[in-house]
């Protein structure tokens, strides 16, 4: 069933990727991208890409890094932009915090300034542009529960994939063991059907390296 999208989550959308016929393209080339795995390739997570997420614990998660350690997340103060918050190598041992915003250039992709200086046509290229500072993206849980999410879909789809090729599962009696307790039931459960599914193990993605 599809979701209805509130209005203002849609104009945040909007505020952050538009105009309206660029926004798709630029939020996938922003913040997704392909990973090799077993039968071809899977969608995934930028790396870098944290979300919603404050100050401080951004703060945090690239202090934890060495010099050139860095994140994108979504600004709290500004909604319309993205913040970047990274080190910069400053006295020995002590790397220097940073924080810019990203702003949205409409047409124009993104940059650092509303104005006429640099622009990107995504953040990926924006980041791209500058790994000579940014070299090390902090671990994101936000790409792990993407891949787990995509994971639960795909296990999903090959359950009612097995279903539809084989309905007659849906029909086979329960069993009992000699201790009384039931093997089965009237359904097959979604470990039943995925082990019957030749599709089933390559179905979920893995979780990039």
């Given at each position: 069933?599809?979701?209805?999208?509130?209005?203002?989550e849609f104009n945040k959308f909007l505020w952050?990727?538009?105009?309206?016929?660029?926004?798709?393209?630029?939020?996938?080339?922003?913040?997704?991208?392909?990973?090799?795995?077993?039968?071809?390739?899977?969608?995934?997570?930028?790396?870098?890409?944290?979300?919603?997420?404050?100050?401080?614990?951004?703060?945090?998660?690239?202090?934890?890094?060495?010099?050139?350690?860095?994140?994108?997340?979504?600004?709290?103060?500004?909604?319309?932009?993205?913040?970047?918050?990274?080190?910069?190598?400053?006295?020995?041992?002590?790397?220097?915090?940073?924080?810019?915003?990203?702003?949205?250039?409409?047409?124009?992709?993104?940059?650092?300034?509303?104005?006429?200086?640099?622009?990107?046509?995504?953040?990926?290229?924006?980041?791209?542009?500058?790994?000579?500072?940014?070299?090390?993206?902090?671990?994101?849980?936000?790409?792990?529960?993407?891949?787990?999410?995509?994971?639960?879909?795909?296990?999903?789809?090959?359950?009612?994939?097995?279903?539809?090729?084989?309905?007659?599962?849906?029909?086979?009696?329960?069993?009992?063991?000699?201790?009384?307790?039931?093997?089965?039931?009237?359904?097959?459960?979604?470990?039943?059907?995925?082990?019957?599914?030749?599709?089933?193990?390559?179905?979920?993605?893995?979780?990039?390296?």
């Amino acid at each position: 069933v599809d979701a209805e999208v509130p209005r203002q989550e849609f104009n945040k959308f909007l505020w952050r990727f538009g105009p309206l016929e660029l926004a798709l393209r630029k939020a996938i080339t922003s913040f997704f991208t392909l990973e090799e795995e077993e039968g071809g390739l899977g969608l995934s997570l930028m790396p870098y890409f944290h979300g919603t997420i404050s100050r401080h614990e951004a703060e945090k998660r690239v202090m934890a890094l060495p010099a050139g350690g860095f994140l994108v997340r979504f600004s709290n103060q500004e909604p319309d932009k993205f913040s970047l918050t990274c080190t910069n190598a400053g006295a020995p041992g002590r790397p220097q915090l940073r924080h810019c915003l990203i702003h949205n250039l409409g047409s124009r992709g993104f940059g650092l300034s509303s104005g006429e200086g640099d622009s990107f046509p995504s953040i990926a290229a924006f980041v791209h542009r500058h790994t000579g500072r940014l070299r090390e993206a902090a671990p994101s849980p936000a790409v792990q529960k993407f891949l787990a999410a995509l994971k639960k879909n795909a296990l999903e789809k090959a359950a009612q994939a097995t279903v539809y090729a084989n309905p007659a599962l849906l029909l086979t009696p329960a069993k009992s063991n000699p201790e009384g307790n039931p093997e089965g039931s009237g359904a097959a459960g979604a470990g039943d059907l995925l082990a019957s599914s030749p599709d089933a193990a390559s179905a979920a993605p893995r979780a990039p390296r």
